[in-house]
């Protein structure tokens, strides 16, 4: 009867002789599966039209955005040009306006200079006249080619020596231009004295 001990020991030693005999049955038992990749399947030639289409359509789409793009580069830059040459009439109106505001503030004092300029050009037209006497119903060509000599003349006989002074005028010539229909409505006489007495004299002795 053999020794258990020795059986034991026995039968340790032949387990790790058939593990040593057999390592890649273990190791097959053991390790898990290994697949090898499979390689993908080539495109069709349907698919590959179906990409270049595809490829040709965001091309142009791409085109067609260059040239929106381009458009509105161009739309930019004539809006910026307007916006400029607005600034510059504003610039222009701006000038005007506050040249107009100056001009309307110098009113009062323009006025003013107006009505001064206006009242002695009253004054001066009023001296002007006070030496100048119209003579009315005097037929044409009565005169002759002296009209002063004339009027001396006429008015010595009408008012008298004695009344007046020797006249002198400074001018005497008849207003407005003459017309064969109308001569029958002579044209008046109007001189200017030399001496603001005299006309006043004149015009006094008519009155009388």
Same mark, same amino acid.
């Given at each position: 009867?053999?020794?258990?001990?020795?059986?034991?020991?026995?039968?340790?030693?032949?387990?790790?002789?058939?593990?040593?005999?057999?390592?890649?049955?273990?190791?097959?038992?053991?390790?898990?599966?290994?697949?090898?990749?499979?390689?993908?399947?080539?495109?069709?030639?349907?698919?590959?039209?179906?990409?270049?289409?595809?490829?040709?359509?965001?091309?142009?789409? %791409?085109?067609?955005?260059?040239? @929106? *793009? +381009? /458009? #509105?580069?161009?739309? =930019?830059?004539?809006?910026?040009?307007?916006?400029? !040459?607005?600034?510059?009439?504003?610039?222009?109106?701006?000038?005007?306006?506050?040249?107009?505001?100056?001009?309307?503030?110098?009113?009062?004092?323009?006025?003013?200079? %107006?009505?001064?300029?206006?009242? @002695? *050009? +009253? /004054? #001066?037209?009023?001296? =002007?006249?006070?030496?100048?006497?119209?003579?009315? !119903?005097?037929?044409?060509?009565?005169?002759?080619?002296?009209?002063?000599?004339?009027?001396?003349?006429?008015?010595?006989?009408?008012?008298?020596?004695?009344?007046?002074?020797?006249?002198?005028?400074?001018?005497?010539?008849?207003?407005?231009?003459?017309?064969?229909?109308?001569?029958?409505?002579?044209?008046?006489?109007?001189?200017?004295?030399?001496?603001?007495?005299?006309?006043?004299?004149?015009?006094?002795?008519?009155?009388?």
């Amino acid at each position: 009867m053999p020794n258990g001990k020795s059986s034991g020991k026995h039968s340790h030693q032949l387990l790790f002789s058939e593990a040593i005999a057999q390592p890649k049955t273990m190791a097959e038992q053991t390790s898990p599966p290994c697949h090898a990749p499979t390689p993908a399947d080539p495109p069709t030639l349907e698919a590959t039209d179906h990409i270049m289409q595809e490829i040709v359509s965001v091309r142009r789409r %791409l085109e067609a955005i260059d040239l @929106k *793009i +381009t /458009d #509105l580069t161009v739309a =930019s830059s004539s809006i910026c040009a307007d916006i400029a !040459g607005f600034r510059e009439t504003a610039n222009a109106l701006d000038q005007c306006l506050t040249a107009v505001e100056g001009q309307v503030a110098a009113l009062p004092d323009q006025e003013a200079e %107006l009505r001064s300029l206006r009242a @002695k *050009i +009253t /004054d #001066l037209e009023d001296r =002007s006249r006070r030496d100048t006497v119209r003579f009315f !119903g005097i037929p044409e060509h009565k005169e002759g080619s002296d009209i002063k000599s004339f009027l001396k003349t006429l008015l010595s006989d009408l008012f008298g020596t004695e009344l007046l002074p020797p006249l002198k005028f400074q001018r005497a010539h008849r207003i407005g231009p003459f017309h064969k229909a109308t001569s029958d409505k002579p044209r008046p006489i109007i001189t200017c004295f030399l001496r603001h007495e005299q006309a006043r004299q004149i015009i006094t002795a008519a009155k009388t």
